[in-house]
Structure formats: structure tokens, C-alpha cells
């Protein structure tokens, strides 16, 4: 936008068009940091969905049925892992 609409828009807006622009509330830091942190959190577990379906999608194309990770974060990372020649 070129400064001459910019001022246009503007008078438009003062002098009673509400339909010319519309005003918006700039975000303080504390939000602007809390909704960038919301929206890294959410990409974040998508990206960690996409993968976990393309490692499932990559070893039942090889043949291995169901891979099981034991304990709530696998800290200890025990598997189970079951297919044809597999079944441990």
C-alpha cells in the first residue's frame, strides 16, 4: 500500500467509514511470547505424529506387524517387536 491510499484509508476511517479499516489491538510481549509458545507446542506434536506414522507405514511395508514401546516415556526403551520372523 502506497502512502497516499495509506492516507486516504485514514481520513476514510475518521471521518466515519468504519467499513475503510479496521483497527487492530497489538499483542503486549507476555502474550506475543504465549501464543508463539501455544503455537510451536501444537506444530511440534504434529511433526512428532507425522513421524511416528511414516516409521509405521516404513516397517509394516518390511513386514514387521507391531513394534511396542514399553513404559509411559520408554525411558528404559524395552520393545517388542512382532512379524513374521520377528516374534520376540
Avoid: W
Amino acid at each position: 500500500m502506497d502512502v497516499e491510499a495509506m492516507e486516504f484509508t485514514l481520513k476514510a476511517y475518521l471521518l466515519g467509514d468504519r467499513s475503510a479499516c479496521r483497527p487492530v489491538r497489538l499483542l503486549s510481549v507476555a502474550e506475543g511470547d504465549a501464543k508463539r509458545l501455544s503455537r510451536k507446542r501444537t506444530q511440534l506434536k504434529k511433526e512428532r505424529t507425522r513421524h511416528v506414522n511414516r516409521i509405521r507405514a516404513l516397517l509394516v511395508l518390511h513386514g514387521i506387524r507391531s513394534v511396542l514401546v514399553f513404559g509411559e516415556d520408554a525411558g528404559g526403551r524395552q520393545f517388542r517387536i512382532s512379524g513374521p520372523e520377528y516374534d520376540l
